[in-house]
């Protein structure tokens, strides 16, 4: 049996790392069950390797849309490494969205901390 677990003591938010190329950036992440999507990283990201692959048309949570820069990469939480995942660059706050935080059995815990195991 693989048992693992991922701790945040920084409610609500994982610690998750996105490689990109042949460099990675570490970044806590707001889990956000409203974002369908993968991760969105803040706006003014600096993003190893190539630059964003495409923009794509976001609906924001007010209803409004914004074209944002998108790329893909893999994301690694504990020692699971999912790819591709779909990161886009957008507002000033790491999220995760249901997408991807959707593959992991995640526990907020009364408000103190949050558990992520597979």
Not at 49 to 69: C, E, F, K, N
Not at 88 to 98: A, E, H, N, W, Y
């Amino acid at each position: 049996m693989n048992s693992w677990s991922v701790i945040s003591e920084r409610f609500p938010f994982i610690p998750v790392r996105i490689e990109v190329a042949d460099d990675q950036i570490a970044v806590e992440a707001l889990i956000d069950t409203g974002f369908d999507g993968d991760i969105v990283l803040p706006a003014g990201t600096r993003v190893p390797g190539p630059s964003a692959q495409s923009a794509l048309r976001a609906r924001l949570a007010d209803g409004t849309y914004v074209q944002a820069p998108v790329f893909r990469a893999a994301a690694v939480i504990g020692p699971v490494r999912v790819r591709p995942v779909v990161v886009i660059l957008l507002g000033d706050l790491p999220m995760i969205g249901r997408r991807l935080i959707g593959r992991f059995a995640v526990t907020l815990d009364h408000g103190q901390r949050v558990i992520v195991q597979p």
